[in-house]
T-cell receptor, first 115, second 113 residues
Framework: AQTVTQSQPEMSVQEAETVTLSCTYD???????LFWYKQPPSRQMILVIRQEAYKQQNATENRFSVNFQKAAKSFSLKISDSQLGDTAMYFCAFMKHEANSKLTFGKGITLSVRP | AAGVIQSPRHLIKEKRETATLKCYPIPRHDTVYWYQQGPGQDPQFLIS???????DKGSIPDRFSAQQFSDYHSELNMSSLELGDSALYFCASSYRQGASEQYFGPGTRLTVT
């Protein structure tokens, strides 16, 4: 079974600054996907970024980038130039590289962006 | 672009009643997943369907059942509701062939009183 751990329950960052959210996971799989999902107060689940385990290059989506360390089973999310709209709960999630595989989520971290 | 549709968006039921939640996946998506998110919790996988067949099963109570229909929409049926069933229920859909991303609907907020 896979486990995803987000040990920081809350973080706060000043607008326009950079923040890094941590995530570790445990799996015996060699090929898998990792995701960061954002859940704002509306409770909608929004995909922020995706990383394929077999790709060494870290994924980037505009102000969002990841630091994927496969050997250490670590998958952190860096948010640059933080904006007030980034205030949300962020979930790290794991999925096997199989058709129709389910998502396994971490407990989430509440990020607050201060004006 | 079309998104996943869930209905109803809000539902209030009493203990021991039944509830039916509906999910309409994105057009051409053939796989549907159901997740339950309790207050302050992470989403937990319940069950999934591919081409109308159950694909995987998670921590879904025996009081719950689900199915996927020929038009690929899915329904989650919940009976003998308990206070602990109060949660946000998400449906997500994906296209099996090579797709890794699951697209989430807005969720149905179920309150059991």
């Amino acid at each position: 079974a896979q486990t995803v751990t987000q040990s920081q329950p809350e973080m706060s960052v000043q607008e326009a600054e950079t923040v890094t959210l941590s995530c570790t996971y445990d799996t015996s799989e060699n090929n898998y996907y990792l995701f960061w999902y954002k859940q704002p107060p509306s409770r909608q689940m929004i995909l922020v970024i995706r990383q394929e385990a077999y790709k060494q290059q870290n994924a980037t989506e505009n102000r969002f980038s990841v630091n994927f360390q496969k050997a250490a089973k670590s998958f952190s999310l860096k948010i640059s130039d933080s904006q007030l709209g980034d205030t949300a709960m962020y979930f790290c999630a794991f999925m096997k590289h199989e058709a129709n595989s389910k998502l396994t989520f971490g407990k989430g971290i509440t990020l607050s962006v201060r004006p | 672009a079309a998104g996943v549709i869930q209905s109803p968006r809000h539902l209030i039921k009493e203990k021991r009643e039944t509830a039916t939640l509906k999910c309409y996946p994105i057009p051409r998506h053939d796989t549907v997943y159901w997740y339950q998110q309790g207050p302050g919790q992470d989403p937990q996988f319940l069950i999934s369907f591919y081409e109308k067949m159950q694909s995987d099963k998670g921590s879904i109570p025996d009081r719950f059942s689900a199915q996927q229909f020929s038009d690929y929409h899915s329904e989650l049926n919940m009976s003998s509701l308990e206070l602990g069933d109060s949660a946000l229920y998400f449906c997500a859909s994906s296209y099996r062939q090579g797709a890794s991303e699951q697209y989430f609907g807005p969720g149905t907020r179920l309150t059991v009183t």
